[in-house]
């Protein structure tokens, strides 16, 4: 179950409603974010809630079947809003479109971008500084110094900022210049990762693991909530399976499951999700008709020049049209 606290309960309050609780046989756990302040309580027993429900100091309980219940739709029946400033939000019904490289190399290819974005109205920009890579020899990031630089030229054009963050360690070094965090699919189930992320005041937006089910996505969300932080996006970016075609298999059918089982904003990112770039687009147009919220996809002025991921990386060129083809999509999506 799921017990919403008034704002102004008081102690007294607080510890009858857990003495009660605890009296149905259900263990508590307490959890402040940004937006309430609840009691998650876990157990197997049947019970009335009004034997609870009328107690002083609760706002609103809820039963709650999931395992993972913080990010559970069935207490929420309003979907998660995530609003990132300056009119920017990744929310139900929206087309939230996210692109940029796969890796900050330079100025110059910032500036490009942003550029890039600018004319295509695109308010949210990718692209890594910290980059995990299968080869200890690849290309790795431009660090800090690259995020630095990166948040100055997008702050001028007010484009928000989304990249990975691959430790703890980076978290307070690259909070001031990040607008949404990334966990990328290797950190899916960092755990120690999540429960920092859950202590911080900014949008994280977690990738489904490699290999990762719909339900262990969810968990990973329900380790930041209950950390403290719902300011959550989920993304579907393709699993490792036995097919050799592609460099992953994108899962459609996980966005219309999701937005049925969380109130969480669902997007997906096609560009990992299939791994070959002329096919980004009709899988990415795909992914607007299942219901995604929004597109992350990666580009690049010169994608065969990319330090990482050119294979699947778009020209400015596609990307635009792309741009304007996800658009005319979620209008003909509203129709139905």
């Not at 302040?37 to 876990?42: H, P, T």
């Not at 974005?117 to 910290?130: D, Q």
Request: charged share 25%; hydrophobic share 35%.
């Amino acid at each position: 179950m799921i017990i919403q606290l008034n704002p102004d309960i008081d102690n007294g309050q607080k510890e009858a409603i857990v003495n009660k609780i605890n009296q149905l046989k259900y263990s508590t756990t307490e959890v402040k974010t940004q937006q309430g302040d609840y009691l998650v309580g876990i157990g197997k027993s049947d019970f009335d809630i009004r034997e609870i429900g009328f107690m002083p100091g609760i706002r609103d309980i809820h039963i709650v079947s999931d395992s993972y219940k913080l990010v559970s739709r069935k207490w929420k029946v309003d979907y998660t809003s995530i609003d990132l400033g300056d009119g920017v939000k990744i929310a139900n019904g929206d087309l939230a479109i996210i692109t940029g490289p796969c890796s900050i190399e330079g100025e110059q290819q910032i500036k490009e971008t942003l550029e890039h974005c600018r004319e295509n109205g695109v308010k949210m920009m990718r692209g890594g500084v910290f980059k995990p890579r299968s080869s200890p020899y690849s290309f790795r990031g431009s660090g800090i110094e690259g995020l630095k630089l990166w948040y100055e030229l997008a702050k001028k054009d007010g484009v928000k900022i989304v990249t990975e963050v691959m430790q703890v360690s980076q978290i307070a070094e690259m909070y001031d210049y990040v607008d949404v965090f990334q966990v990328g699919a290797r950190n899916t189930q960092n755990f120690n990762l999540l429960d920092e992320l859950g202590k911080i005041d900014k949008p994280v937006m977690i990738k489904r693991g490699i290999s990762g089910t719909i339900d262990e996505l969810l968990y990973s969300a329900e380790y930041v909530f209950s950390g403290g932080n719902e300011k959550l996006i989920l993304c579907e970016r393709g699993i490792r399976t036995y097919e050799t075609a592609s460099r992953n298999t994108l899962d459609l059918n996980a966005i219309p499951i999701l937005k049925e089982k969380t109130h969480l904003p669902v997007i997906a990112d096609p560009s990992h999700g299939i791994g070959i770039r002329k096919h980004v687009e009709p899988m990415a147009l795909a992914a607007v008709m299942a219901g995604a919220d929004g597109i992350i996809y990666e580009s690049h002025c010169i994608p065969e020049e990319a330090m990482s991921d050119g294979q699947q990386t778009l020209d400015f060129r596609e990307s635009a049209k792309l741009i304007s083809r996800m658009r005319k999509a979620h209008e003909l999506k509203k129709v139905f």
